[in-house]
């Protein structure tokens, strides 16, 4: 089983057709407070790429909650990550203050938004901010080939509307395809 199996069996629900590289994963989890973190949430975790790089990162007294919508892909990172700082749910992103019960610290998200229809995005992106703490911090990834388009335009947009301060890394090269992060901060 793979993402690449998984995405041709529900593409929707999958978004990706190649695991991110570690690199991105590195671009995703750096300067945005893991290791100061009591809290954080993984949004759309995978095959676990982002989950071992915030693992990595985290004190052994934090707590790290993995949500996955695709229920193989759940399954696979709870019986394959043996961390007892890691609790998988499967569920939906949008189901956050639900499932976390509290304020987190970050939200380090894999999902496909760009490919979601834009009220579902909105949920999503309600959600996580319903939850971050103030000063909290919100990263995810979009690709370069998409930069451009209307979906990638807009959900640029939401971001900055919804954060206090929105930042953009250098271009992951060592990524299929090349992909850059964004680095959104919770209003104080």
């Known amino acids: 089983m793979s993402i690449t199996t998984e995405f041709f069996r529900r593409p929707l629900m999958t978004g990706a057709v190649a695991a991110s ?4 994963a590195y671009a995703m989890t750096e300067g945005i407070g893991l290791e100061q973190a009591r809290t954080v949430v993984e949004l759309g975790p995978g095959t676990g790429v982002f989950t071992d790089a915030v693992l ?20 696979r990172l709870s019986a394959t990550r043996r961390d007892t700082r890691l609790t998988v749910v499967q569920g939906s992103a949008a189901e956050l203050a639900v ?3 509290g304020p987190v610290d970050a939200v380090v998200s894999g999902l496909p938004w760009t490919v979601m229809p834009q ?38 947009a939401e971001l900055a509307c919804r954060f206090d301060r929105l930042e953009r890394s250098k271009t992951v090269w060592a990524n299929l395809p090349p992909a850059f992060v964004h680095r959104a901060t919770q209003r104080p």
């Open 21 to 24: 590289s570690r690199r991105l």
């Open 56 to 75: 990595a990162r985290l004190a052994s007294d934090a707590r790290l909650v993995a949500v996955e919508l695709n229920p193989v892909l759940a399954a």
């Open 99 to 101: 499932v976390v019960g």
């Open 119 to 156: 009220n579902q995005r909105g949920y999503i992106l309600d959600a996580v901010t319903e939850v971050l703490a103030p000063g909290g911090r919100f990263t995810t990834f979009a690709y370069l080939h998409a930069a451009w388009t209307p979906p990638a335009r807009h959900f640029t």
